[in-house]
Nanobody, 116 residues
Framework: QVQLVESGGGLVQPGGSLRLSCAASGSIFRIYHMGWYRQAPGKERELVARISNGFSTNYVDSVKGRFTIARDNAKNLVSLQMNSLKPEDTAVYYC??????????WGQGTQVTVSS
């Protein structure tokens, strides 16, 4: 099992940028598929972006062209660069690791608030 710790959330104005990071430990990071999810108040948790252990990426339509997910296997890190942020991006963002057996590990979450 892998342990995950997110960082980088905060308050930003609409149109601004934030970079989230997720540090992994406890297992062989490079074999995991990694993802970022978010959950806004009163809404279900949704997948925002995912990067496979082969570096393939996919994004929810609402963030395409604005968010970029990346991983650094040498540093056991996955990041989410968020540009052109909108108020509707406000949520708690969670880092996820999925093993090749389909087992999920989650971070504690980091708050992102987009407001003027």
């Amino acid at each position: 099992q892998v342990q995950l710790v997110e960082s980088g959330g905060g308050l930003v104005q609409p149109g601004g940028s934030l970079r989230l990071s997720c540090a992994a430990s406890g297992s062989i990071f490079r074999i995991y598929h990694m993802g970022w999810y978010r959950q806004a108040p009163g809404k279900e948790r949704e997948l925002v972006a995912r990067i496979s252990n082969g570096f393939s990426t996919n994004y929810v339509d609402s963030v395409k062209g604005r968010f970029t997910i990346a991983r650094d296997n040498a540093k056991n890190l996955v990041s989410l660069q968020m540009n052109s942020l909108k108020p509707e991006d406000t949520a708690v963002y969670y880092c996820n690791a999925r093993s090749t057996y389909g087992l999920d590990s989650w971070g504690q979450g980091t708050q992102v608030t987009v407001s003027s």
